[in-house]
């Protein structure tokens, strides 16, 4: 099932999207009992499980209904706005479980910080400690900024403080109740500003890095677990506007999203409506492969069963500041 935020013209709308249409939950009921689950993303969370039968007879009825071509309060998805699956989560958290990806952008990101030898001797040394630490029982994670969230057909912010502004295809899930902890997945592409990253993260964190002005994509829908039933056996593939296109695979994810969330119920209770990202899939960022998104840019990121998150990239930029890498000829 996968679940939809939409605007068709009249206003945001909870539902579905089934086979390319988008339908409101409202429209394929009126059980007062149901639509008081189903008004929106967050009484969805809270009432698990009674809400995922209520929307799964829902969604059994609209297919049903799709294939008998009784589509009358359905709209294609390309003549809708897609929405934020979540527009404000309750929080944002992204952790770092793919080592082969933290390996790829330490070695490009030292050898733009320090250069040719000092960076690769530096980079053996970081490579330790990922090994290390992807071993432990303990996982690193931090906070992303919850209020910059964009959806499906979105701009990317692009501040002026970066020259090499990258994104970060991620798996992500989205937190329920007690009775159901994991209420599904989605796609979130976590753009980053990489000039001004290692300084950050050898501080108190990433701050301006990731912080920026749309910086957070999510979407575009979310995908209950009953259509996700292995999240590490997902193939991911990133076309950028038709001249770059990146591989990878969730299997490189070290750790399941119900471990993260034992991990993460050992510092807090978890909420309903977090978002909660395993980290980018290696091969698939700007910083593993040293390969760097343009002005104009259209990126369509595809996950296995989770869809296709578009997004934009801005083709006017602002003044661009001077850059610690340097200058980009192609800016």
Known sequence: MKLLNFNAGQGPCFGLAVDNMAVSFSALTKNE????MLQGILPYLENLPDSFEAASALNSLAHSMVANGETSPMLPLDQVKILPPLPCPAALLDFGLSPR??????????????????????????????????????????????????????????PAYTSYLDIEPELAFVTGNHAQKIAGYLIFNDASARDVQFPEMTGLGPSRSKDFERGNGLGPFIVTPDEVPDPLSLDVTVDISGRMTWKGHTSQYTVTPEKVVDFLETVYPVKPGMVIGMGTVPGCAGLDTDQWIVPGDSIDITFTGLGTLNQKIPSQLPKLQPSSWGIRKDL
């Open 101 to 158: 990806h933290l390996k790829n952008s330490t070695a490009t990101m030292m050898k733009h910080v320090f250069g040719g030898l000092k960076g690769k001797i530096i980079t053996k040394i970081v490579e330790r400690k990922i090994d290390k630490a992807s071993k432990s029982d303990v996982l690193m994670y931090y906070k992303g900024n919850h209020l910059e969230i964009i959806g499906h057909g979105d701009e990317v912010g692009w």
């Open 33 to 36: 009992a149901d639509m008081s």
